[in-house]
Protein backbone atom coordinates (compact mmCIF):
# COMPACT_ATOMS: atom_id res chain seq x y z
CA UNK A 1 0.00 0.00 0.00
CA UNK A 2 1.24 3.44 -1.26
CA UNK A 3 1.90 5.88 2.02
CA UNK A 4 -0.21 8.65 2.16
CA UNK A 5 0.59 12.25 1.75
CA UNK A 6 0.04 13.07 5.35
CA UNK A 7 2.54 10.29 6.24
CA UNK A 8 4.80 11.32 3.74
CA UNK A 9 5.15 14.81 4.24
CA UNK A 10 5.27 14.33 8.36
CA UNK A 11 8.76 12.25 7.21
CA UNK A 12 10.01 14.69 5.34
CA UNK A 13 9.56 17.39 7.73
CA UNK A 14 10.80 15.82 10.38
CA UNK A 15 14.21 14.83 8.32
CA UNK A 16 14.12 18.83 7.40
CA UNK A 17 14.21 19.58 11.19
CA UNK A 18 16.89 16.97 11.96
CA UNK A 19 19.30 18.79 9.17
CA UNK A 20 18.16 22.33 10.73
CA UNK A 21 19.46 21.61 13.93
CA UNK A 22 22.89 19.93 12.64
CA UNK A 23 23.25 22.67 10.09
CA UNK A 24 22.85 25.28 12.91
CA UNK A 25 25.32 23.45 14.76
CA UNK A 26 27.87 23.56 11.75
CA UNK A 27 26.82 26.95 11.80
CA UNK A 28 27.78 28.03 15.04
CA UNK A 29 30.89 25.49 15.29
CA UNK A 30 31.95 27.60 11.73
CA UNK A 31 30.96 30.68 11.71
CA UNK A 32 30.24 30.87 8.27
CA UNK A 33 26.87 32.90 7.07
CA UNK A 34 25.28 33.63 4.03
CA UNK A 35 25.70 37.42 2.98
CA UNK A 36 22.07 38.99 4.30
CA UNK A 37 19.65 39.41 1.10
CA UNK A 38 21.79 37.10 -0.71
CA UNK A 39 19.81 34.79 -3.19
CA UNK A 40 22.39 34.20 -5.75
CA UNK A 41 22.12 30.57 -5.21
CA UNK A 42 18.32 30.62 -5.98
CA UNK A 43 18.95 32.32 -9.19
CA UNK A 44 21.10 29.77 -10.63
CA UNK A 45 19.39 28.25 -13.78
CA UNK A 46 20.94 24.98 -13.93
CA UNK A 47 19.23 24.03 -9.96
CA UNK A 48 17.77 20.76 -9.81
CA UNK A 49 15.67 19.21 -7.35
CA UNK A 50 13.45 16.07 -6.67
CA UNK A 51 9.60 16.32 -5.80
CA UNK A 52 9.86 14.90 -2.29
CA UNK A 53 11.70 17.53 -1.40
CA UNK A 54 8.54 20.20 -2.29
CA UNK A 55 6.13 17.50 -0.94
CA UNK A 56 5.49 19.46 2.32
CA UNK A 57 5.61 22.92 0.00
CA UNK A 58 2.93 21.28 -2.28
CA UNK A 59 0.79 20.16 0.66
CA UNK A 60 0.41 23.37 2.34
CA UNK A 61 -0.22 25.02 -0.63
CA UNK A 62 -3.20 22.32 -1.26
CA UNK A 63 -4.46 22.98 2.68
CA UNK A 64 -4.79 26.45 1.94
CA UNK A 65 -6.53 26.23 -1.84
CA UNK A 66 -3.60 27.62 -3.56
CA UNK A 67 -2.78 24.66 -5.44
CA UNK A 68 -4.73 24.72 -8.29
CA UNK A 69 -3.86 28.38 -8.87
CA UNK A 70 0.14 28.02 -8.60
CA UNK A 71 0.00 24.57 -10.96
CA UNK A 72 -1.05 26.54 -13.48
CA UNK A 73 0.85 29.58 -12.84
CA UNK A 74 3.87 26.88 -13.06
CA UNK A 75 2.30 25.78 -16.11
CA UNK A 76 2.39 29.14 -17.99
CA UNK A 77 6.27 29.72 -17.19
CA UNK A 78 7.40 26.47 -17.68
CA UNK A 79 10.66 27.16 -19.10
CA UNK A 80 11.70 30.04 -16.32
CA UNK A 81 14.75 28.60 -14.97
CA UNK A 82 14.89 30.56 -11.94
CA UNK A 83 12.74 29.14 -8.91
CA UNK A 84 9.17 29.95 -8.60
CA UNK A 85 9.52 30.38 -4.49
CA UNK A 86 12.36 32.76 -4.93
CA UNK A 87 11.34 36.38 -4.80
CA UNK A 88 14.14 39.39 -5.82
CA UNK A 89 14.57 42.52 -3.69
CA UNK A 90 14.56 44.53 -7.08
CA UNK A 91 14.79 44.49 -10.88
CA UNK A 92 17.55 45.68 -10.96
CA UNK A 93 19.73 42.90 -9.16
CA UNK A 94 17.90 39.67 -9.17
CA UNK A 95 20.88 37.50 -7.04
CA UNK A 96 19.29 40.00 -3.84
CA UNK A 97 16.40 38.47 -2.70
CA UNK A 98 14.97 35.84 -0.60
CA UNK A 99 12.34 32.57 -0.43
CA UNK A 100 9.23 33.63 -0.23
CA UNK A 101 8.09 30.03 1.74
CA UNK A 102 11.27 29.50 3.47
CA UNK A 103 9.79 26.81 6.11
CA UNK A 104 8.75 25.12 3.31
CA UNK A 105 12.44 25.44 1.31
CA UNK A 106 13.49 22.16 -0.23
CA UNK A 107 16.75 20.26 0.84
CA UNK A 108 18.77 21.24 -1.86
CA UNK A 109 18.19 25.20 -0.50
CA UNK A 110 19.08 23.54 2.88
CA UNK A 111 22.31 22.16 2.53
CA UNK A 112 23.66 24.04 -0.53
CA UNK A 113 26.79 25.81 1.35
CA UNK A 114 26.74 23.99 4.76
CA UNK A 115 26.79 20.31 3.33
CA UNK A 116 29.63 18.15 2.19
CA UNK A 117 30.49 15.55 -0.82
CA UNK A 118 32.99 13.25 -0.55
CA UNK A 119 35.71 13.33 -3.20
CA UNK A 120 37.50 9.93 -4.53
CA UNK A 121 39.63 10.04 -1.88
CA UNK A 122 37.06 9.89 1.00
CA UNK A 123 37.51 12.78 1.97
CA UNK A 124 35.02 15.82 2.97
CA UNK A 125 34.96 18.74 0.71
CA UNK A 126 32.41 21.62 1.71
CA UNK A 127 29.75 22.45 -1.12
CA UNK A 128 29.48 26.83 -0.34
CA UNK A 129 29.50 29.38 -3.04
CA UNK A 130 32.09 31.56 -4.33
CA UNK A 131 30.58 34.60 -2.38
CA UNK A 132 30.92 32.82 1.34
CA UNK A 133 34.41 31.73 -0.33
CA UNK A 134 35.60 35.35 -1.29
CA UNK A 135 34.17 36.84 0.91
CA UNK A 136 34.84 34.77 4.47
CA UNK A 137 38.23 33.37 3.08
CA UNK A 138 39.57 33.13 6.78
CA UNK A 139 36.78 30.95 8.19
CA UNK A 140 36.21 29.03 5.15
CA UNK A 141 40.19 28.08 5.40
CA UNK A 142 39.28 27.11 9.12
CA UNK A 143 36.59 25.43 8.62
CA UNK A 144 37.36 23.50 5.44
CA UNK A 145 40.75 22.28 8.27
CA UNK A 146 38.37 21.53 10.64
CA UNK A 147 36.12 19.31 8.47
CA UNK A 148 39.35 17.40 7.52
CA UNK A 149 40.40 17.31 11.28
CA UNK A 150 36.52 15.46 12.29
CA UNK A 151 33.88 18.53 12.38
CA UNK A 152 30.87 17.15 12.01
CA UNK A 153 28.99 18.32 8.55
CA UNK A 154 25.88 17.11 6.92
CA UNK A 155 26.80 14.91 3.82
CA UNK A 156 24.51 15.36 0.36
CA UNK A 157 24.12 11.56 -0.35
CA UNK A 158 23.63 10.55 3.34
CA UNK A 159 20.41 12.85 3.33
CA UNK A 160 19.28 12.29 0.08
CA UNK A 161 19.10 8.65 0.58
CA UNK A 162 17.30 9.06 3.37
CA UNK A 163 14.86 11.55 2.01
CA UNK A 164 14.82 8.25 -1.14
CA UNK A 165 13.69 5.74 1.95
CA UNK A 166 10.44 7.90 2.76
CA UNK A 167 9.24 7.43 -1.33
CA UNK A 168 11.62 5.94 -4.00
CA UNK A 169 10.17 7.06 -7.04
CA UNK A 170 9.84 10.64 -6.06
CA UNK A 171 13.00 10.88 -3.97
CA UNK A 172 15.08 9.74 -7.22
CA UNK A 173 13.55 11.58 -9.84
CA UNK A 174 15.87 15.25 -10.69
CA UNK A 175 14.41 18.04 -12.39
CA UNK A 176 14.56 21.60 -12.81
CA UNK A 177 13.50 22.96 -10.14
CA UNK A 178 10.32 24.50 -11.33
CA UNK A 179 9.19 21.43 -12.44
CA UNK A 180 10.41 19.23 -9.39
CA UNK A 181 7.60 22.13 -7.69
CA UNK A 182 5.23 21.41 -10.65
CA UNK A 183 5.57 17.71 -9.99
CA UNK A 184 4.88 17.90 -5.85
CA UNK A 185 2.11 19.75 -6.78
CA UNK A 186 0.37 17.32 -9.27
CA UNK A 187 0.97 14.40 -6.26
CA UNK A 188 -0.96 15.59 -3.46
CA UNK A 189 -3.93 16.90 -6.01
CA UNK A 190 -3.95 13.50 -7.70
CA UNK A 191 -3.84 12.21 -4.58
CA UNK A 192 -7.29 13.65 -2.91
CA UNK A 193 -8.53 13.72 -6.36
CA UNK A 194 -10.90 10.81 -5.09
CA UNK A 195 -10.24 11.41 -1.55
CA UNK A 196 -11.55 13.42 1.67
CA UNK A 197 -9.89 16.06 2.50
CA UNK A 198 -7.21 15.77 4.96
CA UNK A 199 -7.55 15.63 8.50
CA UNK A 200 -11.08 16.27 9.16
CA UNK A 201 -10.76 19.80 7.81
CA UNK A 202 -12.74 22.13 5.57
CA UNK A 203 -10.83 22.83 2.03
CA UNK A 204 -10.19 26.73 2.03
CA UNK A 205 -12.19 27.94 -1.03
Given at each position: ??M??E?R?KLV??L????D?E??E?Q??S??H?L??C???????????????F?????YLF?N???????KT??S?E????CH?????N?V???????S??K???L??RL??Y?AT?????K?R??????????Q?D??Q??T?AIN????I???T???M??????F??G??FTP?????????E?V?Q?????P???????I?
Amino acid sequence: MNMSIERRVKLVEELFNKLDLEISEFQNNSQLHCLTGCGNCCTNPTMEASPLEFLPWAFYLFLNGQAEITLKTLNSKETQPVCHIYSPLNLVDSTMGRCSNYKYRGLICRLFGYAATNDKYGKQRLVTCKIIKENQPDLYQDTTEAINNGLYIPIFTDYYMQLSQIDFNMGNVFTPINKALKLAIEEVLQYYAYRPFPGGLEKIA
